[in-house]
């Protein structure tokens, strides 16, 4: 009986095996399972590997150059080719492990090829680029896992999981976690967590409804309930042969990306992946405490050994905590120094519950400072060298002598191994950039707005902030930062500028792999990108978009119809037209001053012009807004507004500048600045 059922398993066994080999090679494979990859046949790019305990890690070199791994043959999505996209299922265990410094993310993909030379990394994943965006002939269907905010492409925050047709702009996004069958109640999983999560893709061919789940490794079973359920018909999207993988961007950030276990089912469910076959974790963060009882022998001694034994693991343990690192140099800047004590007590430890946001630089906590009870926003900045330190923190404590009614006092800063902390004053409004636009899918009508005269204000105390760093002070201050989101709102809802002098950090060759031009897209003045020379002209660039984004409401790149353009190129061409009051933010209503309107959009154009020297300076925005000069008659033929309209409609790209190491290979960008002059 034992040997029948016995022979019974291997006949079904060599069955499965010949059928599935056959399958295979008529490119028909209906699914497969992965629990842990030794050995396993995934063909893999970039700084994609397997690690010897069969790990597939995304981003085992730390290098600027995407990573994908893909399952080595090609299935078939579509019965004929011009067949609806059949219905399909996918599961896999992943995990991120984080660096200091946010990544970028990863991204489970289905394509057309395995060719992906023209991708480009960081929020790409390394299978979009920066032409393609919403491109139907991309045939890309993919489910990001995002772990860091960027704004322009209209993320919804800095842990997120989104649908992505042909864009990583996504279709729809959520922020990562489930929804508890028996509460109902949604729970946040931490996507940086390095625990391993479940994530499912399912897509029902009938209904061309796409559902994500996701889950904590530890729950196994699906939740009833999919984070994200979206009906979009692939059988426009998918090639009837499309390759099935994963991607991240992210090997310089020196974050990990993951996949412990991988399984598919084309016209079924995902086969389930065996969780006590998943390969091992490394593991993250400090080792583990020693414990106490392990110094305790004697019974007779043992109390007091015990009890001595304590005080010193919690003296060390508290001497650790508060740890912070303090130079000789440092000694003559006392008082704008804040203990790490202080700084822990004031934000409740750095607790989540009192994190106000993460920006490119690093995460900011709200907090109370213990003697004095004053609010303050705490910024935590990593750096890894020592290298320019000094000069930077002199900055710093110069920089916390600025001080005006339109600027975010910096207060002080701190010091701690890897860590730097910036201490400013808290803005109880926040930012801007939150009262301006409306996040992608989950539109609120209920959301705060800018009534047009407090809308004047703030871009007439942001002028009048810029003119004190660039010509009031004892020093001329470049801010390079200037936009939206660095614009925080205090309690009268003044506009005040924040993060000035920041962007030195990375100058100053704390960060030296950082290839960066310090900036935002959309606000960089073209002059950086060619020759880098910075004036506080490129803050006057940047505030004309700023400008323009305050009384429009858009952001300084639009997304219009799956097209990109500038947010200046739009308001020139309807000046143009002479239809500039349509360029005004609808959610005003109509309810403006007309002259204000016109004034502050002529002045955006004006600031943001392509050649520095036709911008006017800080000090001649303010005559022209204190009526002591009148602005440039500037017509809408003017010759230069021409050669504006001209560049920015050809070849002048914007995104190009944020990755200026292609600029060498991007003729257009450059031939066509310098041919314009
Ligand atoms: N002084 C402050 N008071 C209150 N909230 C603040 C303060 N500073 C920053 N924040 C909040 O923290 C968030 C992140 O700030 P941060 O300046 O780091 O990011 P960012 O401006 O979006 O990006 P970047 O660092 O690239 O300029 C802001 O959106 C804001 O809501
Ligand atoms: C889409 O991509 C194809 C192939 O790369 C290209 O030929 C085409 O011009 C692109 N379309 C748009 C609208 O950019
Ligand atoms: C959503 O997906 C479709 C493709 O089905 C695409 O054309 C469209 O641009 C996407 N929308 C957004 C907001 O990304
Ligand atoms: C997620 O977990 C990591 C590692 O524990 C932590 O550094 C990070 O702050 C967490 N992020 C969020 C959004 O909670
Ligand atoms: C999806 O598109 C295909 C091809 O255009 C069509 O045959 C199919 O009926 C569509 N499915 C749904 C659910 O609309
Ligand atoms: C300006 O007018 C032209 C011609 O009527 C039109 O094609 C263009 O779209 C208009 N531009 C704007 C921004 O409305
Ligand atoms: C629009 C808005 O949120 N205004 C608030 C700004 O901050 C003050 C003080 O916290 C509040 O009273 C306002 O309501």
């Known amino acids: ?142 489910v990001e896992l995002d772990t860091l905010l960027n ?61 994500v789940w996701m889950a904590p490794r530890s729950m196994t079973t699906r939740p009833a309930r999919p984070l994200i359920s979206a009906v979009y018909n692939l059988s426009s999207v998918l090639t009837e042969a499309a390759y099935l993988g994963f991607a991240s961007g992210s090997g310089k950030d020196d974050t990990r990306h993951y996949i412990l276990g991988w399984s598919f089912g084309m016209n079924r469910p995902a086969p389930p992946i065996d969780m006590s076959k998943l390969p091992r974790l490394p593991r993250v963060g400090p080792k583990p405490r020693s414990k106490v009882p392990e110094i305790v022998s004697p019974i007779a001694t043992g109390a007091f050994v015990l009890a001595v ?31 790490y004590k202080d700084l822990y007590h004031a934000t409740g430890g750095f607790k989540d519950k009192n994190l106000l946001g993460v920006g490119g630089f690093g995460r900011v906590y709200r907090g109370v400072l213990p003697k004095s009870h004053m609010d303050i926003a705490v910024k935590s900045v990593s750096h890894e060298s020592k290298q320019g330190m000094k000069e930077f923190i002199a900055e ?12 975010v006092q910096l207060l002080g800063y701190c010091r701690r191994k890897r860590q730097l902390f910036l201490v400013y004053e808290y803005m109880p409004n926040g930012s801007l950039d939150k009262y301006l636009y409306h996040q992608g899918q989950d539109q609120d009508q209920d959301k705060p707005t800018l009534n047009w005269a407090q809308r004047f204000r703030i871009i007439r105390g942001i002028a009048s902030g810029l003119l004190y760093l660039h010509e009031e002070w004892e020093k001329i201050v470049i801010h ?106 609808v959610k005003l209503h109509g309810d403006y001053d007309v002259n204000e309107v016109c004034f502050a959009l002529k002045l955006g154009l004006l600031c943001s012009h392509p050649f520095k020297d036709a911008r006017p300076t800080m000090r001649q925005v303010m005559h022209y807004f204190d009526g002591d000069a009148t602005t440039p008659d500037i017509t809408p033929s003017h010759a230069n507004f021409e050669m504006l309209a001209m560049m920015q409609t050809e070849g002048f790209d914007p995104y190009v500048m944020s990755y200026p190491s292609s600029i060498t290979s991007h003729g257009t960008a450059t031939s066509m600045l310098s041919g314009g002059r």
């Open 1 to 142: 009986m034992m040997r029948l059922v016995m022979s019974m398993i291997l006949v079904q066994y060599f069955l499965f095996f010949v059928l599935n080999r056959a399958a295979m090679a008529a490119g028909e494979v209906d699914g497969f399972a992965f629990s842990g990859f030794a050995g396993a046949h995934i063909t893999l790019d970039g700084t994609a590997t397997i690690t010897p305990g069969g790990l597939v890690d995304l981003t085992s070199a730390h290098e600027r150059l995407p990573g994908h791994a893909f399952y080595p043959a090609p299935l078939r999505f579509r019965k004929s080719t011009a067949g609806a996209v059949e219905s399909f299922s996918v599961s896999f265990v992943f995990a991120i492990h984080p660096n200091y410094r946010p990544s970028q993310g990863m991204a489970f993909f289905i394509a057309k090829s395995m060719d992906f030379s023209s991708a480009i990394d960081l929020q790409y994943y390394g299978i979009f680029n920066t032409e393609n965006q919403g491109n139907s002939s991309n045939h890309i269907f993919a």
């Open 151 to 211: 704004s322009e492409l209209r993320d919804i925050d800095a842990n997120h999981v989104g649908i992505d047709i042909n864009s990583v702009i996504s279709n729809q996004s959520h922020t990562a976690g489930f929804y508890d069958d028996s509460t109902g109640f949604f729970n946040t999983l931490n996507l940086t967590d390095g625990e391993g999560t479940l994530a499912w893709v399912d897509y029902d061919r009938e209904s061309a409804r796409i559902n």
């Open 309 to 339: 034994g304590v005080t010193v693991v919690l003296l060390v343990r508290r001497h650790r905590r508060y740890a912070e690192l303090q130079e000789d140099w440092e000694v003559e800047f006392g008082p704008h120094r804040f203990s």
């Open 396 to 407: 710093v404590v110069s920089i916390g002598r600025l001080q005006h009614r339109n600027l």
């Open 480 to 585: 390079r930062d200037v936009k939206a989101s660095n614009v925080l709102l205090d309690a009268e809802m003044n506009g005040r500028l924040g993060d000035f002098g920041l962007a030195r950090l990375y100058d100053h060759g704390v960060d030296p792999q950082s290839t960066h031009v310090v900036g935002t897209i959309g606000y960089l003045a073209p002059e950086l990108a060619c020759t880098r020379m910075l004036t506080p002209l490129a803050d006057v660039f940047a505030f004309g978009v700023f400008i323009l984004e305050v009384v429009c409401g858009q952001r300084p790149l639009m997304e219009n119809s799956a097209e990109k353009q500038l947010l200046v190129d739009w308001v020139l061409g309807h000046w143009h037209n002479g239809s500039l009051t349509q360029t005004v933010d």
